[in-house]
């Protein structure tokens, strides 16, 4: 065990247990959480600021140029007061997109949700209907990814009119209208899928009770991006 600073091995044997048990505690506590030294930013107060700050981000990350924006231990203890994140990404379980690293984002930035294709179920929209109606959340953006995987199998089952085993078949069901809807338009299926399934998501969501009326009172903004795996860029597909 060391010594507290300051405290010889003499001093410390004279101490009383008293003295000695304050001593000890005061050299064990925590220390304080370090002061951030990044310039605080504004608060976001609309979807299209949401959305540049979005878009700054990938800028940064698709440039090198990731900060810690939103990373120190003091961010972490504000947070535990509450959360008020300034967008809602509906994306793809797909390990190479990272909602957070993607936008150059950090804690308590973002609302994620992910399933694979973006397939929306009961659970899913009930979560981005409480980052709406709760925590009043200004920005949704839905994004797809080149050569998704779920996609893709989605396209190979339906052209081998096969079934897919046990519950993965729920997600081919779901990603079907975007593939059915591709089918005869040429040229590349699997990005054409991959788009349309991101503006048939969208015009869901649009029509969800909670969510359709946050975008007609102007509270809530809905779009569509593609995110580029070769790149790294978040292309705005649906605004």
């Known amino acids: 065990m060391s010594m507290p600073p300051g405290f010889s091995r003499r001093n410390f044997l004279r101490l009383s247990p008293l003295t000695l048990a304050g001593a000890l505690l005061a050299a064990c506590a925590p220390a304080a959480p370090a002061p951030s030294t990044a310039t605080p930013e504004a608060p976001v107060t609309n979807a299209d600021e949401a959305l540049q700050r979005l878009l700054k981000g990938n800028q940064r990350y698709v440039a090198h140029k990731s900060t810690d924006v939103n990373e120190s ?5 504000e947070l535990a007061q509450g959360q008020k994140p300034f967008a809602t ?7 190479r997109v990272p909602p957070e690293l993607v936008f150059d984002r950090g804690l308590g930035d973002l609302f994620v949700i992910r399933t694979a294709g973006q397939v929306i179920d009961n659970a899913v929209l009930g ?3 409480y980052g709406v109606a709760e925590l009043h959340i200004p920005l949704l953006l ?11 199998a989605t396209i190979e089952t339906l052209e ?3 079934t897919a085993a046990a519950e993965i078949n729920w997600l081919v069901e779901g990603i079907r209208p975007a593939v059915e809807k591709v089918k005869d338009q ?4 699997l990005d054409n899928a991959v788009k349309a399934n ?13 969510l359709s009326e946050a975008v007609a009172k102007g509270e809530l903004k809905i779009v569509g991006g593609r995110y580029d795996l070769d ?3 978040v292309e705005i597909i649906v605004s």
């Open 142 to 152: 839905v994004l797809g990814h080149e050569k998704c995987g779920a996609v893709k």
């Open 73 to 77: 231990e003091s961010r972490r203890v």
């Open 127 to 129: 979560s981005l209907e």
């Open 89 to 95: 990404i509906f994306s793809c379980v797909d390990s």
């Open 186 to 189: 040429g040229g590349d299926v």
């Open 198 to 210: 991101v503006e048939l998501i969208v015009e869901r969501l649009q029509a969800a009770p909670i």
């Open 231 to 233: 790149t790294g860029v």
């Open 160 to 162: 081998s009119h096969a």
